[in-house]
């Protein structure tokens, strides 16, 4: 695994526990600006780290791909 996509999953864990966070903050009672702004963010943040989390996928396998001499 090379450091770039060690970073994107690192990133996409950070991602991923913000919005986690976010959306279990809604159990307490808030105003209504703050529940949809909580509510937002933590779906893109979410939606983030889903993607971010394929693309270091799909880069790390290619990375293997062309490592071990192209395609089979």
């Known amino acids: 695994m090379t450091m770039t996509v060690a970073i994107m999953f690192a990133v996409a864990?950070?991602?991923?526990?913000?919005?986690?966070?976010?959306?279990f903050r809604?159990?307490?009672p808030l105003s209504e600006a703050r529940?949809?702004?909580y509510r937002m963010v933590a779906v893109m943040a979410l939606a983030l780290a889903a993607v971010l989390a394929m693309?270091?996928?799909a880069m790390w396998s290619w990375n293997d791909e062309i490592a071990s001499g192209g395609a089979t």
């Open 55 to 57: 693309s270091a996928s």
């Open 26 to 28: 809604l159990r307490q």
């Open 13 to 23: 864990g950070v991602a991923g526990i913000l919005g986690l966070a976010l959306l």
């Open 35 to 37: 529940t949809y702004a």
